[in-house]
Structure formats: structure tokens, C-alpha cells
């Protein structure tokens, strides 16, 4: 879905992916050139590729930067880099040796059961640096919480965010302090000051519509920080549904059995349930975990397969 509202300047095009794949943002400019912010989840990226060329018209994609290293941002690098040979791709720094020397583990993929094909970097999106994005400079913020090495980038003439997932309208990206340590919760309130201060009147989210109530988001954000420190156990229910749901997203359906098998090789599931869960075996937890799915409406149970709604 192409997007052009009518508060972003003409250089800007977004592509509302979802929620399996991230939103992309596609800048043109006559002297900074064609660039794309994020690129949305690997089973999406034939689509990626091909939304970036229409757009394009024919010009070549010239720039990719990622505001962070999750699958569903980061995904769709390999395929843009195989469609465009000559595009530089910047990161942020935190990861970028994990990167070069292509550490699925340490990039959080394997952790999370998510895939994530390998990609090259060719340079680092710095906190505190500026980065020319349609003939307009874009300042760099580091923006941890959601993940430790993500950044923002905002527009100070027309006060544009583009916020990842560090706000949405409605939310922020779920925080996994198993994986990224207990201050995560912390960062996440600081980032959120950050943006505050930051004050923009356009945000690009990561996932979900532009909007432009930025202070509204921001009173949304803080509640449910403010609840998920306050139940931590809330909060790891909450983040396993998030990650399972993710996963049934890019399968639409699985077999139980499956399932089981994937949340057994995925360090994360057992991490958070010796963390969180420890009264009951896996196996009931999954099931508890299926039954909070299906009660959501975010899936039905129809015999041996768990599928997508």
C-alpha cells in the first residue's frame, strides 16, 4: 500500500507494509538521490523490490539505511542489493560487526526463530550525525529500547519523525528484556522523552498509518510502559503472543506438532519460560498461549493446525 498524505513533502513516499513487514520510506532528491529507510520482511521481498522500482521509474535505488536490525525491517536488504548491485547500505553501529562477519545469532534471529538472509553494510548511521535524505539534512538519534542499537531520524524544518518502532499511534515495539537486559523498560521511557523533546508533527511509524498527534501517541506509549513495568509477568505473556503471532503472519498456518517443534529450537520460548513460566511444563504453556490466541481472534484452532485470522 503506497501512501502520499498530503503533510509529507513530495520527495517522500511511504509503503504501509503491515505488521509482518515494516513500513518502507522512499525519498527522491536531485542531489541526495533515491533512498529507502528499512525494507520489510525476507517472504515480502520480491513485492519490496517491486513497489521500489515502480516508484522509481527506472532510476536505481542508491542508498538503503535500516533504523534497526530486526528481521522485519532488515529483511528485504539482500533482495534490493541483488536488484541493485551499486547500493550502499548504512546501520547503526552497535551491530555492524555482527553484520561483516554475519552472526545470526548474536543479530537476534536465531533466538527469535525468525530468518533474516545476509546482507553487507557499507556504512554506520551514527547518533549525532546527519544524513542528507531528500535534499534535506536528517538528524540521527539513538533510540534504544525496543532494540538496544535502533535509531530514529527526524527533519527539523518540517518536523518530521521517522520513529520505527520506538512509537507508534498506539504502542511501541514489545521490548525483550530476556534478550536485551532489564534496563530495556528504562530505555524505552528515555526514547520516549527523546521524542518528546524532539516534538515532530509528522510521525512515520514503523508499523501502522502516518499520523500526526504525536503527543497523543506518546501519553498511549507511556501507559502501557508504565503497566508493563509494573507486571512483568503481563508483559512476558504479552511478548510471547507478540513473537508467535509474528510467526503464524509468515506461515498463515501450522500444525501443532510444528509448532511445537519450533518453540523447542527457539532459545527465546525457553529462556522466557524458565524466566516466567517455570510452574508448568512447555508443552501446557504453549497450549495456554495457543487458547490466548484464539480467544484474541488473532487465530482459530481447526483440528491439528493452529491458523492465522
Request: a negative charge; charged letters at 20%.
Amino acid at each position: 500500500m503506497t501512501q502520499h498524505p498530503s503533510a509529507l513533502p513530495p520527495e517522500i513516499t511511504v509503503f504501509e507494509r503491515g505488521w509482518l513487514s515494516s513500513n518502507n520510506i522512499l525519498f527522491t532528491g536531485k542531489d541526495s538521490g533515491s533512498a529507502l529507510v528499512d525494507t520489510g520482511y525476507c517472504t515480502h521481498s520480491a513485492q519490496t523490490v517491486a513497489l521500489v522500482r515502480s516508484a522509481l521509474q527506472g532510476a536505481p535505488l542508491e542508498r538503503i539505511l535500516n533504523t534497526h536490525l530486526h528481521s522485519d525491517h532488515c529483511g528485504g536488504n539482500a533482495a534490493l542489493q541483488a536488484a541493485w548491485p551499486g547500493v550502499q547500505t548504512a546501520i547503526p553501529p552497535g551491530q555492524a560487526a555482527h553484520v561483516r562477519d554475519w552472526d545470526p545469532y548474536a543479530l537476534s534471529y536465531t533466538p527469535t526463530g525468525q530468518e533474516c538472509p545476509q546482507f553487507r553494510c557499507d556504512a554506520v548511521l551514527q547518533p549525532g550525525s546527519e544524513v542528507p535524505l531528500g535534499d534535506k539534512p536528517w538528524q540521527v538519534h539513538a533510540a534504544p529500547g525496543h532494540d538496544p542499537h535502533s535509531i530514529v531520524l527526524f527533519e527539523p524544518q518540517d518536523r518530521i519523525l521517522i520513529s520505527a518502532d520506538a512509537l507508534w499511534e498506539n504502542g511501541f515495539g514489545v521490548v525483550f528484556p530476556e534478550l536485551e537486559g532489564a534496563q530495556a523498560f528504562a530505555e524505552v521511557s528515555d526514547t520516549l522523552d527523546l521524542i518528546e523533546k524532539l516534538a515532530p508533527r509528522t510521525v512515520i511509524p514503523g508499523h501502522g498509518p502516518v499520523f500526526h498527534d504525536a503527543p497523543r501517541a506518546l501519553g498511549v506509549a507511556r501507559k502501557r510502559l508504565d503497566g508493563f513495568v509494573q507486571q512483568p509477568l503481563k508483559h512476558a505473556l504479552y511478548a510471547a503472543k507478540v513473537l508467535l503471532k509474528y510467526k503464524l503472519l509468515e506461515w498463515q498456518e501450522i500444525s501443532v506438532t510444528d509448532l511445537r517443534a519450533w518453540t523447542d529450537a527457539t532459545p527465546y520460548f525457553g529462556a522466557m519460560h524458565e524466566r516466567h513460566f517455570s510452574d508448568r511444563s512447555q508443552s501446557e504453556w504453549l497450549e495456554g498461549l495457543m487458547n490466548e490466541l484464539v480467544r484474541s481472534g488473532a487465530a482459530r484452532r481447526e483440528g491439528a493446525l493452529l491458523v492465522n485470522l
